[in-house]
T-cell receptor, first 114, second 113 residues
Framework: EAAVTQSPRNKVAVTGGKVTLSCNQTNNHNNMYWYRQDTGHGLRLIHYSYGAGSTEKGDIPDGYKASRPSQENFSLILELATPSQTSVYFC?????????????FGSGTRLTVL | GEQVEQLPSILRVQERSSASINCTYENSASNYFPWYKQEPGENPKLIIDIRSNMERKQIQGLIVLLDKKAKRFSLHITDTQPADSAMYFCAASEGTGYQNFYFGKGTSLTVIP
């Protein structure tokens, strides 16, 4: 099965601080995604990438940046963290089979901004 | 973007009964509909999917139905077991290559022994 590893698993940050969430996939998938999961909202797309050097805005990109320095790594950056960004963040990589893509999710990062 | 509505948000069923989750979508171009299961503290995992050229798909005790005219698709879990207790998400996507997935808000299923 596809392996997507996120770090850290848990993070506590202060308001106004910088937070970097890291994601690594070892499956040579071109596409990678960052979602946040909140009760009552399901999974919402923040940023995604088609490959190394590419980052695109998802549905809720405000307050977040992304970086894809290599095929394997995709980071989510909160330059000035706010309490509203307290959430569980999932990274995923995509495997295109036929005309449909299967998403493989990492184990998630629980971020608390105080 | 696409809007995917998922109901119910909470579902409790007796063991060995059936559970049904319904989703609707708005975009006629959506052509791929996966279902993900997320157990407590775990990541979402794909359990079954259906493409727009199909109306029904079954994998063991999981059945997915797609009604393209009504823009509705559903997951049916037959003979439920306590291990089926989890959060379930439906999603819809369109296009080729990169596909943006629009997820429903999730259904929390509890199977009562």
């Amino acid at each position: 099965e596809a392996a997507v590893t996120q770090s850290p698993r848990n993070k506590v940050a202060v308001t106004g601080g910088k937070v970097t969430l890291s994601c690594n996939q070892t499956n040579n998938h071109n596409n990678m995604y960052w979602y946040r999961q909140d009760t009552g909202h399901g999974l919402r797309l923040i940023h995604y990438s088609y490959g190394a050097g590419s980052t695109e805005k998802g549905d809720i990109p405000d307050g977040y940046k992304a970086s894809r320095p290599s095929q394997e790594n995709f980071s989510l950056i909160l330059e000035l963290a706010t309490p509203s960004q307290t959430s569980v963040y999932f990274c995923a990589s995509g495997d295109v089979g036929g005309r449909a893509e299967t998403l493989y999710f990492g184990s998630g990062t629980r971020l608390t901004v105080l | 973007g696409e809007q995917v509505e998922q109901l119910p948000s909470i579902l409790r069923v007796q063991e060995r009964s059936s559970a049904s989750i319904n989703c609707t979508y708005e975009n006629s171009a959506s052509n791929y509909f996966p279902w993900y299961k997320q157990e407590p503290g775990e990541n979402p995992k794909l359990i079954i999917d259906i493409r727009s050229n199909m109306e029904r798909k079954q994998i063991q005790g999981l059945i997915v139905l797609l009604d393209k005219k009504a823009k509705r698709f559903s997951l049916h879990i037959t003979d439920t077991q306590p291990a089926d207790s989890a959060m379930y998400f439906c999603a819809a996507s369109e296009g080729t290559g990169y596909q943006n997935f629009y997820f429903g808000k999730g259904t929390s299923l509890t199977v009562i022994p």
